[in-house]
């Protein structure tokens, strides 16, 4: 097992309360950092040393993103937290805020002061209320105790932190649709450039990291950058919060060390259940390519590993399916989330999904013709690459992979109108 960084409090009683919190040394690190006035650049070249990367899909080296801030600004400067996990297989961010609020807030409280931001919003999944309900009780505590507000620790520093609770919309993940929906407008993505950086929340510089990178912050600074480092391997450093889902003894969220192996993470999900066999996982939520039992078991869990091994970590959604499941019934699961979940803004994606989903589904419901696979591989491309945001990328991916890696499965079903694993005869069906 790792040692732990985001779940630090997990063993303990009432973990997710200020006065655990504190018991291990919480919001110390923030008070010297502000007390003994440690510079701006001081503290980002300890995150760049960390190797920490955004733990919400992308991967984007985070104290590379702080340094693109401006430093010198005559204005208001915000700081947002994406927790607007929505994507299916994902619900790590949801215990950090349960379990361990704290540390969340004070790593955004340190990145507020690195970064200059007086103001800071939490943007919370709209379908997870009663963890937006605890981490409010969370900012309650934290300001009542002087950790958050103005003067903090009798400095000049001041930061305000509230929650803002979303609508369940999976768009507003992507950073700039986030931002459209603070500013209560639709959650739609912008163009790019300008970035969050130069052009945020209000149109003012802002900074948009993950739930478990702001969560890493405190340890990385009580520890130092290079111990966060050696936590994990190259270009891939400290731990990782793992949701694993799906056909295992022992499904939920596992903080190991990056770099671990496949067999070892699976291991500790009790293995396969019911005694089956591994047949195919998705490493990194279904944005990322399905991978077959024989590739997946080789890798290693960190960006460089499932990149080689021919997918991506994505946000670290696991979802473990054994011998039993009919991979084109669940491409067809998937689809419908793509299509369902797109912001109609882009036309590749908001027709493309479409016809992705509704050909899947008619090969489910024994309709489907030999040339409807190079019809999905064709759709598929014509929507990459094409749109504003990645979720276009994002509903292409598994279509391309899954047919990549099970295309006789998809085959048969078209020439014995049912699936090659269950037999079971088609049922028409409406939308899901």
Not at 29 to 43: F, G, S
Not at 150 to 162: A, K, P, Q
Not at 347 to 359: A, F, K, S
Request: proline share 6%.
């Amino acid at each position: 097992m790792a040692n732990e960084v985001c779940f630090r409090t997990l063993h303990l009683p009432d973990p997710g309360s200020l006065e655990t919190y504190r018991s291990i040394g919480g919001y110390e690190t923030l008070k010297r950092i502000v007390t003994e006035k440690v510079p701006a650049t001081e503290i980002i070249n300890q995150v760049k040393i960390s190797g920490l990367r955004g733990r919400g899909g992308a991967g984007f080296p985070t104290g590379l993103k702080w340094s693109f801030m401006p430093r010198y600004f005559d204005g208001t400067k915000y700081l947002v937290c994406n927790t607007d996990e929505g994507e299916p297989g994902t619900f790590k961010d949801r215990d950090i805020i349960r379990y361990n609020p704290h540390q969340l807030i004070e790593g955004m409280a340190i990145a507020a002061y690195t970064l200059g931001a007086r103001v800071g919003y939490n943007y919370i999944h709209g379908e997870i209320w009663e963890d937006y309900v605890f981490f409010e009780q969370a900012l309650d505590e934290a300001r009542a105790a002087g950790f958050l507000g103005e003067n903090l620790f009798g400095t000049s520093f001041s930061f305000d932190l509230y929650a803002h609770h979303g609508y369940g919309a999976y768009i507003c993940g992507e950073e700039t649709a986030l931002i459209e929906s603070i500013e209560g407008k639709k959650g739609q993505p912008r163009f790019k450039p300008p970035f969050p950086a130069s052009f945020g929340v209000y149109g003012k510089p802002t900074n948009v990291n993950n739930t478990e990178s702001y969560a890493s912050i405190p340890y990385i600074m009580q520890y130092g950058g290079q111990a966060f480092m050696d936590l994990g391997v190259a270009n891939s450093g400290g731990t990782k919060l793992f949701a694993v889902s799906g056909h295992v003894e022992k499904p939920g969220n596992y903080e190991v060390n990056m770099g671990i192996p496949f067999p070892e993470l699976l291991a500790l999900c009790g293995g396969i259940w019911k005694g089956r066999n591994l047949k195919a996982v998705i490493p990194g939520g279904p944005s990322t390519a399905v991978m077959p039992a024989v590739a997946i078991m080789g890798a290693t869990m960190d960006y460089d590993g499932l990149s080689k091994a021919g997918s991506s970590l994505g946000a670290g959604s696991v979802i473990i399916m054994d011998d039993s499941t009919c991979m084109v019934q669940t491409l067809k699961r998937l689809s419908y989330f793509f299509f369902e979940e797109s912001c109609g803004q882009c036309t590749p994606c908001r027709e493309g999904t479409g016809w992705l989903y509704r050909v899947v589904k008619r090969i489910v419901e024994g309709k489907g013709r030999m040339e409807d696979l190079d019809l999905l591989s064709d759709v598929s491309n014509n929507i990459s690459g094409r749109t504003i945001c990645a979720l276009g990328d994002a509903a292409a991916t598994p279509v391309l992979s899954f047919i990549k890696h099970f295309r006789p499965e998809f085959e048969y079903y078209i020439q014995h109108g049912r699936s090659m694993v269950t037999g079971k005869e088609p049922v028409p069906s409406g939308n899901e």
